[in-house]
């Protein structure tokens, strides 16, 4: 329950003072060897962007997420021999379009229809919510690999003050994921490439660091990490109650609310579960901590800061999703969002800062998984934006998959590289 809290904590590194830097910029030139596809998701009806959707080739494991505005860029490699993609969404039709052979503008829109929930067809089960819980719980050994998985990932973390970034991290990662039945700390993660920007602030401005790096995604793994939200002792501690049916990759999902009863000497959290209606597999969770008491949340995020500064907590946003691949379901896409307040003593300006991070598993390899050393692996302690190369290129990440950037992110690389070519 408290193991998220307790790693985000760790997360928010403060320091009073900032520190120089000292750019260099490497770029080695790659052959073209992937077909490029990109474009931004559209709502058919609405013609409203679709955010988060799942993008992937079948009858392979490539894939990648459209960002927070809709847009997207898959490559395909050339060798594969599918000549369609497939986008998927909550509450629309699984959609399937050609691969151009060649690269798509930007501004190719791409239409997927709104979803109808065939009453007929959805298994209606004499339980309450909790009971769909507790067989969802029940069967996640039948429902999650019961072998080992090595992952390629797309890695993104940032903060903001107020609505300026000053810091961005980028990582392609390997993840060795052992299988369910295994704890959270025999995963491993290796950074095969990174890059970040960061904009220095003057000396009195706070400086925030994001401690953990990938590790604070692999946390969100819900399944993995029952401690979150879902162990059957907590159970007691929420109101469950099923508000919804919708389908998710073309399969009914109850959605299951749940809100903390109690108070503990921890904050519980409130958010959505989405179980599907056949197999009872949770395929996605999005879920906030409770703030009715912030000065526990406060205590949970802060283990240091400067003399005379109060944490603030504002608000917080978590999402994971899976994907079920060989009819086993791995995790696919987690996102992670906290807002807070710094309020300095005897002083008149409060300011807000936004950490986020995201991954996007982009690969799945099922065979031959070999696993990844201690030595080599990115240990909880470090920090991502410390240990990468400090460059923005449109070129750099080669055949390997990415988020595309939101527009907000996109201006603040052009500034952060109109200010490292001036350096």
């Known amino acids: 329950m408290k193991t998220l809290n307790a790693l985000i904590g760790k997360s928010l590194r403060y320091s009073a003072t900032a520190v120089a830097l000292i750019i260099s910029a490497v770029l080695t ?43 997207f860029t898959l490559k395909v490699p050339k060798t594969v021999k599918s000549n369609v993609f497939e986008i998927t969404h909550l509450g629309y039709q699984n959609t399937q379009f050609p691969i151009v052979n060649g690269t798509s503008g930007k501004d190719k829109v791409y239409l997927i229809e709104p979803s109808s929930l065939e009453i007929q067809s959805v298994v209606i089960r004499p339980m309450d919510a909790r009971t769909i819980l507790e067989g969802a719980l029940k069967n996640i050994d039948k429902n999650y690999s019961d072998k080992p998985v090595s992952f390629t990932a797309f890695y993104r973390e940032s903060i903001k003050q107020r609505r300026e970034y000053i ?50 995604s692999l ?50 959290y409130q958010g959505k579960l989405y179980i599907n209606t056949e197999n009872l597999a949770i395929t996605m969770a999005e879920f906030s901590i409770d703030l009715s008491e912030p000065e526990k949340v406060a205590q949970i995020f802060v283990r240091k800061k400067p003399a005379g500064l109060i944490f603030e907590p504002i608000s917080t946003n978590y999402l994971v999703t899976y994907k079920k691949v060989n009819d086993k379901y791995h995790v696919n896409y987690m996102r992670s969002e906290v807002k807070f307040r710094a309020d ?27 696993k990844i050393t201690f030595k080599e692996s990115f240990k909880p302690n470090l920090i991502l934006a410390d240990r990468v190369n ?34």
């Open 29 to 71: 030139a790659q052959e073209v060897d992937y077909n490029l596809v990109n474009g931004v998701i559209k709502d058919a009806k609405t013609k409203e962007r679709v955010v988060f959707a799942t993008i992937s080739v079948p009858g392979t494991t490539i894939g990648t997420v459209a960002n927070a505005d809709g847009e």
């Open 167 to 216: 810091s961005i991290a980028e990582a392609v990662a390997e993840i060795y994921k052992a299988p369910y039945r295994y704890t959270l700390e025999t995963d491993k993660v290796k950074i095969v490439k990174g890059r970040r920007g960061e904009n220095v602030k003057k000396a009195d401005t706070l400086m925030v660091k994001m401690q953990g790096g990938p590790h604070v």
């Open 219 to 268: 946390y969100l793994d819900v399944i993995k990490n029952p401690e979150l939200i879902l162990t059957r002792e907590d159970l007691p501690y929420y109101n469950y109650e099923v508000v919804d049916v919708v389908k998710i990759d073309n399969e009914a999902n109850y959605v299951i609310s749940f809100t903390p009863n109690t108070k503990l000497e921890y904050p519980l």
């Open 344 to 370: 300095w003593r005897k002083r008149i300006f409060k300011t807000n800062y936004t950490i986020m991070s995201e991954m996007a598993i982009t690969e799945r390899n099922f065979d031959n998984v070999n």
């Open 390 to 423: 400090e460059y923005f290129d449109e070129n750099y990440w080669g055949s390997y998959n990415t988020i595309e950037p939101d527009e907000s992110i996109q201006s603040a690389i052009s500034k952060f590289n109109k200010r490292f070519r001036k350096q």
